[in-house]
């Protein structure tokens, strides 16, 4: 039996108020364009920057696998790198020609508003993981084969990837590698 994987219509509410509050906070801030195939975060880099995507889709890679697919407005990126503070654990490559607000990674501790806008996006990210591998957990049980396996993972990438979360930061748009 092939179960989807998905947010439920609260969360998508949720998302897309959250969504408004992001164009408010973020609209005055610098947006940078990265051609497609072009790296916008690397890992073991840290830039202090975080990113939101104004438009476009990027795909997110960790360790050369890729982990998520993001075409979201409004998704964040590089916001474990800034509230950790250490380098970026993924790299982020621009799938097609793609554009993000820039802020620096500071405005986490200046905006309280962009700090629970990412709050709240990484809690949306544990539910959808915890979501995720609850699924995984009862196919594997009860003994699907390794196609349904495969089929459940990349729903969960996908969902994963499409959550939204702060991405627009003041600074200079060169230091995004």
Do not use: W
């Amino acid at each position: 039996m092939l179960v989807s994987v998905r947010t439920n219509r609260a969360s998508e509410n949720a998302m897309e108020s959250d969504s408004a509050v992001f164009e408010q906070l973020f609209a005055s801030l610098p947006v940078v364009t990265r051609l497609a195939g072009e790296t916008v975060l690397s890992a073991g880099l840290k830039t202090d920057l975080l990113l939101i995507l104004k438009k476009g889709a990027v795909v997110v890679l960790k360790d050369s696998i890729e982990i998520a697919r993001v075409e979201q407005p409004g998704a964040v990126l590089g916001e474990l790198s800034a509230l950790l503070d250490q380098p970026h654990t993924a790299e982020v490559r621009a799938l097609e020609d793609s554009q993000f607000y820039v802020a620096d990674a500071g405005l986490l501790e200046k905006d309280p508003r962009a700090l629970l806008y990412v709050a709240k996006t990484l809690a949306q990210r544990l539910v959808d993981a915890d979501t995720g591998l609850i699924e995984l957990k009862k196919q594997l049980q009860t003994g699907q084969s390794s196609s349904v396996l495969g089929k459940t993972l990349e729903r969960i990438q996908q969902m994963l990837g499409v959550g939204g979360a702060l991405q627009g930061y003041p600074i200079d748009g060169s230091r995004i590698l």
